[in-house]
């Protein structure tokens, strides 16, 4: 029997149950996507690191809420993206700068000068987006969300969050050009 | 991906972004844990300790990238030693092949019958146990199947190697 | 008063002197070590008669048997197992005094066994008096477990300390050297920056500057 026979719903429900390992599972499966997106929303790998523990310490809190189980991905991804806001407005009200040194490094990654340099530079340009443009953009093209979808993790509607991706892209093409054109 | 709004430059940038970001197979103890002590105390731990499990797995395969996941669940004074403070932890293995699990260490005397762990189906071969320790630096180890050591793959090793494989390590302050 | 170096070879001198000393057994022997054959335990317990006549704690001496027959080690691996550990313990006691707890003890054996020089660990209980030193060292011994050259990782955990952290702070060291050697960077590199920016509190500004390539944070127009 391989780990990969379980679904989400099987796990949550093991989890219901108040075992720890089918939450465990549940964590091993989804936090390499989690945190992927805390850390271009966040820009920062430890802040998207703690948005992404505490999107999955709420999950585990209110699961008994979480009414599709087998979307158990969907529901947690909506957890995060409110951890997410509500961590980028803390740091505003404490901190007005935007952190972009800590651009997320993953093994086995190029780390010459010039990839870093442009992976510091798309960042860059994602943290001048506002936070719903950048959040819009993530969820489409990073995530790669349908527009339903994204109307579901943000609560925004779905003419709003077209008008938010069209204008990041907008703003991105034009910043990046920038860079690429020297 | 609506593909008209994005030129190669900004293609280019979404493949940057699309790149995975690894949190590691240390996060989700640290999850567990965090989730854990903002339960009531006992409750969780207890509901695991007295569930009865069924094992139906056969053969031994440790598969991939396997997670042990250790969990720190709460404190808690024992009444017997008034002076030692006790810290439940839980240790869990994912061996999907496994028939049974045990754990040794300087808590059971390396004793490899004394501390079973269990599974439950569903579970996807997630073996675990609590087991209460005392303040202090504690080595241990997995034995699968009777006969297989094998260290938490999550867990710090330990410094020295004097009986070959090298123990795994976790501290309790 | 007698330098730290004088108790370290008394205390290793004890150890050596309750080994020629043996003679069956000075203590009662503990009757977890039946599981071990007879000329094993015979070796074994001379260390631990050794140590309990210094006044160190001997458990760990007993886990350290346990664990090498649980194993299947041959008696003399056993022994000198014991032996190094009764050793270690011996030179640590003798550093941090008599007020060290065996989890001390313990967490600083591992230490000098990963490599350890008994002046960092001096170093870093006078810089730790009085808040505890188990989970300073535990951290260190796991850093170097974890492949941070031994220097490295001493002056990582002694900066922490100089500033005054607590265990949190060892913890949150520990941990960000870790994610960043799982990130690619050269364990020594980790434990230098982890260490070399963990200066201001939250809260203050630069704090959640942690560029690890030393570049400061830069304000953009719209955050």
Not at chain 1, 22 to 37: C, G, N, S
Not at chain 2, 101 to 109: E, R
Not at chain 3, 8 to 18: M, N
Not at chain 3, 41 to 55: F, N, Q, W
Request: charged share 25%.
């Amino acid at each position: 029997m391989d780990v990969t026979d379980v679904t989400d719903a099987e796990l949550v429900a093991g989890a219901l149950r108040g075992e720890a390992a089918p939450f465990a599972e549940l964590i091993l499966r989804h936090q390499d996507r989690m945190a992927r997106y805390a850390a271009r929303m966040l820009g920062d790998l430890r802040d998207a690191e703690e948005a992404v523990q505490d999107a999955f310490i709420r999950a585990h809190r209110a699961l008994h809420q979480c009414e599709a189980p087998d979307r158990f991905g969907g529901w947690l991804f909506r957890i995060l993206v409110n951890r997410c806001r509500t961590r980028g407005r803390r740091r505003r009200r404490y901190n007005e700068t935007f952190v972009t040194g800590d651009v997320p490094v993953e093994p086995g990654v190029d780390h010459t000068a010039e990839q870093v340099a442009w992976r510091e530079e798309i960042q860059r340009a994602l943290a001048r987006l506002g936070p719903e443009q950048r959040e819009a953009f993530l969820l489409k093209h990073v995530e790669e969300l349908s527009y339903e979808e994204m109307a579901q993790a943000t609560g925004s509607s779905v003419p709003a969050l077209k008008m938010r991706v069209k204008r990041a892209c907008e703003h991105l093409r034009e910043q990046l050009a920038e860079v690429v054109d020297g | 991906m609506d593909e008209p709004e994005l030129n190669d430059t900004l293609r280019r940038a979404v493949e940057e972004l699309r790149r995975p970001v690894s949190l590691g197979q240390n996060f989700a103890p640290r999850v567990l844990s965090a989730a854990r002590r903002r339960r009531s105390p006992l409750a969780g731990a207890m509901d695991w300790l007295l569930r009865p499990r069924l094992s139906p797995l056969g053969g031994f395969v440790l598969v991939g990238a396997a997670a042990a996941v250790l969990l720190l669940l709460l404190r808690a004074n024992t009444p017997a030693i008034p002076t030692h403070p006790v810290t439940r932890i839980q240790f869990v293995l994912r061996a999907p092949a496994a028939r049974s699990v045990t754990i040794v260490g300087d808590f059971n005397n390396w004793d490899p019958s004394a501390t079973p762990l269990a599974t439950a189906a569903g579970s996807g071969g997630i073996w675990s146990v609590v087991v209460p320790l005392h303040t202090g630096r504690h080595e241990y180890a997995f034995v699968v199947d009777g006969r297989a050591w094998v260290s938490d793959p999550i867990a710090p090793r330990s410094t020295d190697q004097d009986f070959g494989a090298p123990n795994s390590v976790v501290t309790i302050s | 008063m007698r330098s730290a170096l004088q108790r370290i070879y008394l205390a290793v001198g004890a150890t050596a002197l309750g080994i020629t000393l043996q003679a069956g057994g000075l203590a009662a022997q503990d009757q977890r070590l039946a599981r071990l054959d007879a000329a094993t335990r015979a070796g074994v317990t001379v260390v631990i008669d050794s140590l309990r006549a210094g006044g160190l704690p001997t458990e760990p001496l007993i886990q350290k048997a346990l664990e090498g027959a649980s194993k299947g080690a041959s008696a003399d691996r056993i022994v000198m197992a014991v032996r190094a550990l009764g050793r270690d313990l011996g030179l640590v006691h003798a550093l941090l005094g008599p007020s060290a707890t065996e989890a001390e003890l313990v967490a600083g054996a591992a230490a000098v066994r990963g490599g350890v020089a008994g002046s960092d660990i001096a170093a870093l209980a006078r810089l730790q008096a009085g808040r505890g030193l188990l989970v300073p060292l535990s951290v260190l011994a796991e850093l170097v477990a974890r492949g941070v050259p031994v220097d490295s990782a001493a002056a990582a955990v002694t900066r922490v300390a100089q500033r005054g952290g607590g265990n949190a702070d060892f913890n949150t060291l520990e941990r960000g050297i870790e994610h960043d050697i799982e990130a690619g960077i050269p364990a020594g590199a980790a434990a230098s920056v982890r260490a070399g920016v963990q200066g201001p509190p939250i809260g203050v500004p630069g704090a959640v500057n942690r560029g690890l390539r030393g570049r400061p944070a830069r304000p953009v127009g719209r955050p």
